[in-house]
């Protein structure tokens, strides 16, 4: 039998832990964990899919998870992975960002096994000089130094009220485990720092063992973290970001990432993801194409993920029309309509240099004029890959062909799809 160790060390979610002994806990018998997300915002993107993704692997394995909604360490500002301070929110805001990520939640976790809870319920009720004299003589500020959560701040310049972040989410695994019975915490390798806090002072308070956790951080092979596309964040909920637009994030991923996505971010069998990634392009497109439809179907379900498959093979055709590709996905009960889009093969196209968007219009006779072309754009009818645009000095560049394909729209029927020529 498969335990719940080996498959997320397998897949790729396990980056550093305390110990072996936690994997064995874990595989003997239920525990209680947590994991911790900060509302930030009303949503969550995708850089919250591994501790989600986490969670499920882990409440299916018969573990119950305690999803902590930051309301009060939020107040403060986890400096983690930042380079200045962040923005301070004030409650009202607070309060409705922790609702909209409570409400995403309910998407991916059993709910009637799940407890998620707000640290702003025991946080604000903290006298400060009792908190000192009951934690501050356990928390070494010379280990505090040594995180990499602060050490990288340091350097920029930190703040005292970021500074007492890794002190109220060590305290938040220390009430876990005392009112929850919660031994264990997961979280970013950014966060590491924290989280060996709250093992030692559950350690010192309580006298019992706990553990912990982190995922590797996902970034992309330039070095810059995922989450965000040149359009901005890609969200999870359905109203920052239609299923459409969640799914060819997926599909337009890089060769290099196909593997390690189809083993976080989808639940196909490894020996099936691995021999997916394995194919060599066009047919890696494949894999893409189940990739994206796998994880729009855990976000949005298969209806949808349904719709984004169809829409896009109407668009731009499939990559395995002939179904050489064995898989167990559901993708291939969904049939993908052959595109209705002419696709017009552009040859000798500078994209390097960089094409204006507005003679590239009329060259290709969709505007018959320059004037017209950019008043259009201007006027927000002209969308490239399904993005609007609306500055008339845009230049067309590799990126805007990926997989050598550009769909374009011209007002809210028109589409013409263009093919770089190898």
């Known amino acids: 039998m498969t335990t719940v160790s080996h498959v997320l060390r397998e897949r790729g979610f396990i980056y550093q832990y305390t110990d072996e002994d936690m994997f064995r806990q874990l595989d003997e018998k239920p525990q209680v964990f947590y994991i911790g997300f900060d509302p930030s915002a009303d949503s969550l993107h995708i850089g919250n899919l591994i501790p989600i993704m986490s969670m499920m692997h882990l409440q299916r394995a018969g573990h119950k998870p305690i999803a902590i909604v930051g309301g009060g360490t939020g107040l403060v500002g986890d400096p983690s992975g930042k380079t200045e301070m962040r923005q301070l929110l004030d ?73 007492n972040y890794m002190i109220l989410q060590a305290y938040d695994f220390y009430y876990l485990c005392r009112e929850y019975g919660c031994r264990y915490q997961f979280g970013g390798q950014d966060q590491w720092g924290n989280i060996v806090q709250g093992i030692d002072i559950i ?26 596309t040149e359009a901005g964040a890609v969200w999870l909920s359905k109203d920052k970001l239609s299923p459409y637009q969640y799914y060819q994030f997926f599909r337009n ?39 994206a439809f796998e994880a729009t179907r855990i976000t949005h379900g298969l209806q949808d993920a349904q719709a984004a498959f169809q829409e ?32 017009v093969s552009v040859a000798d196209l500078d994209v390097a240099a960089g094409i204006p968007l507005v003679d590239f219009l009329v060259d290709q006779q969709i505007f018959p004029s320059k004037g017209q072309a950019r008043r259009m754009i201007s006027q927000g009818g002209v969308y ?13 560049t590799g990126r805007d062909f990926p997989q050598g394909d550009l769909l374009l729209r011209k007002g809210k029927k028109r589409y013409y799809r263009f093919t770089m020529n190898e």
């Open 91 to 163: 409650r009202d805001t607070m309060d409705r960002n922790v609702a909209g990520i409570t409400q995403v939640l309910t998407k991916y976790l059993d709910m009637d096994k799940t407890i998620v809870l707000n640290n702003a319920d025991w946080l604000g009720k903290l006298n400060y000089i009792d908190m000192l004299r009951e934690f501050g003589r356990h928390i070494s500020v010379n280990r505090m130094l040594a995180a990499e959560s602060v050490k990288t701040r340091l350097e920029k310049g930190l703040s005292f009220l970021e500074f």
């Open 384 to 396: 490239l890959n399904d993005q609007r645009l609306d500055d008339p000095s845009y230049t067309l």
């Open 312 to 343: 896009s093979t109407r668009l731009f055709g499939q990559a395995d029309p002939n179904g050489q590709v064995a898989t167990s996905s559901a993708i291939t009960r969904t049939p993908g309509p052959s595109s209705d889009i002419a696709a």
């Open 203 to 228: 350690r010192r308070k309580l006298q019992k063992t706990a553990y912990g956790a982190t995922w590797p951080l996902i970034v992309k092979p330039n070095g810059e973290k995922y989450g965000k």
């Open 253 to 291: 991923v890089e060769d290099c990432d196909v593997k390690r996505f189809l083993l976080l971010y989808t639940f196909l069998p490894m020996e099936e993801a691995e021999r997916l990634a394995a194919l060599q392009p066009p047919l890696l497109n494949r894999a893409k194409e189940i990739l």
